[in-house]
């Protein structure tokens, strides 16, 4: 047997080697905190107003004006009007046969190509893309900015007027969605401390709030999209925008840890 | 998340200022600045740039140990991995010595008229 072997892995039946008793060895001296000082001081994280140049936010005229902004994020543009598009409403469509059925902007839009899904909220349309890459974002943004253009000259309704009475009551929706929360979202996400609230309902827009382990996380987007979004529409079809009023920046969540006074500038 | 490589910033002080140079966290990790310009003393400006070179999930800029600092305005730009780099414009904000001034702030979408 190799004398490295025989170090390592004693033969079979050999006396284990004695485990050391008593008090345990002193600390070195590194690692003893007797500073006063070192207490954790908590931190809170101020989000700045963020400056925009005049020029870019002025220009508005009696044309019907469109502004499209890229995200970067989510792989959609928000298409921002100069005039309300669905007053009081928001109504999202997931698929061109949906948009169909209940709203001909949504259409118009779908049928531009490359169009994954609609949501129609006050003065803003947020189309998000199928991932089939048929048009640049910025030839698509051009074409459905056109699409909508022409389609509010018209003059014809944006979402079928039977579809929008057929939207329940706020209370109604709240209740079902506060439903929802209790019973699958927050039971789900509770291993991660995390909690969602709801604020309030507008019309059938949802306003929530990512708090706890959320608040702040990596992964709240995901989350949003993935979990939150999918389980509210299932259950509640007639909500449209779901907006997360979570300032993730602020506060003490999980990446702002509480450092020690000595460690702060 | 790009990685940041450097970032810059201009702080314009108002009527209260500090007397120390601020440093910057990133990730929760305490750093000095690698370039320092200025002072943060009232009416002066600072010019301060960092070198974190890695992905900033948080970035601020810390307030001062005692008293507060009454900032005016701040001017940063980015310079990311493999993209042009970028600014923003922050507005004023006053911090004591329990608050840090965020100031990671992603790439402003583009917007256009179509």
Not at chain 1, 79 to 85: K, N, Y
Not at chain 1, 134 to 159: C, D, M, N, Y
Not at chain 1, 200 to 227: H, K, P, Y
Not at chain 1, 228 to 253: K, Y
Request: glycine content about 10%; charged content about 25%; hydrophobic content about 35%.
């Amino acid at each position: 047997m190799a004398a490295w072997f025989s170090k390592v892995f004693k033969p079979k039946g050999a006396e284990a080697p004695p485990i050391a008793t008593g008090v345990n060895p002193p600390m070195p001296d590194w690692a003893i905190d007797d500073d006063e000082e070192d207490e954790l001081v908590p931190r809170q994280i101020i989000n700045p107003p963020i400056l925009v140049d005049e020029e870019e936010m002025s220009g508005w005229s009696e044309d019907i004006r469109i502004k499209a902004k890229l995200s970067n994020i989510e792989s959609a543009c928000v298409f921002m009007v100069d005039r309300p598009i669905l007053d009081g409403f928001s109504f999202w469509c997931p698929d061109k046969d949906f948009a169909y059925g209940s709203s001909p902007l949504a259409a118009a839009i779908f049928d531009v190509g490359g169009v994954g899904s609609v949501l129609l909220h006050n003065m803003t349309v947020t189309v998000t893309g199928d991932g089939s890459g048929v048009h640049t974002w910025e030839e698509g943004a051009r074409l459905i900015g056109a699409v909508i253009r022409e389609f509010l000259q018209s003059g014809k309704p944006v979402v079928q007027p039977e579809v929008l009475a057929n939207i329940p009551p706020e209370e109604e929706i709240a209740r079902r969605i506060q439903k929802v929360i209790d019973e699958e979202i927050n039971p789900g996400i509770a291993s991660h401390s995390g909690v969602i609230t709801l604020n309030r309902v507008e019309g059938n827009t949802v306003f929530i709030t990512m708090g706890g382990g959320c608040q702040g996380c990596a992964a709240s987007t995901i989350t949003l999209r993935q979990g939150i979004h999918q389980a509210f529409r299932t259950h509640v079809p007639e909500v449209g925008g779901i907006l997360d009023e979570t300032d993730h920046s602020a506060g003490m969540n999980p990446f702002f840890k509480e450092l020690p006074a000595g460690m702060r500038g | 998340m790009p990685r940041l490589e450097t970032f810059s910033l201009t702080i314009k002080t108002g009527t209260q200022g500090r007397k120390d140079i601020p440093k910057y966290s990133i990730n929760g990790f305490p750093l000095d600045f690698d370039e320092i310009e200025g002072e943060a003393e009232p009416g002066k400006v600072l010019k301060v740039t960092g070198h974190p070179e890695s992905f900033p999930h948080t970035l601020t800029l810390s307030g001062p140990d005692e008293g507060i600092w009454e900032i005016e305005e701040v001017n940063a730009e980015y310079f990311c991995s493999n993209e042009p780099s970028y600014k923003i414009r922050m507005g004023a904000v006053t911090l004591d010595d329990h608050s840090d001034l965020n100031i990671w702030q992603e790439r402003p979408p583009e917007v256009f008229e179509v």
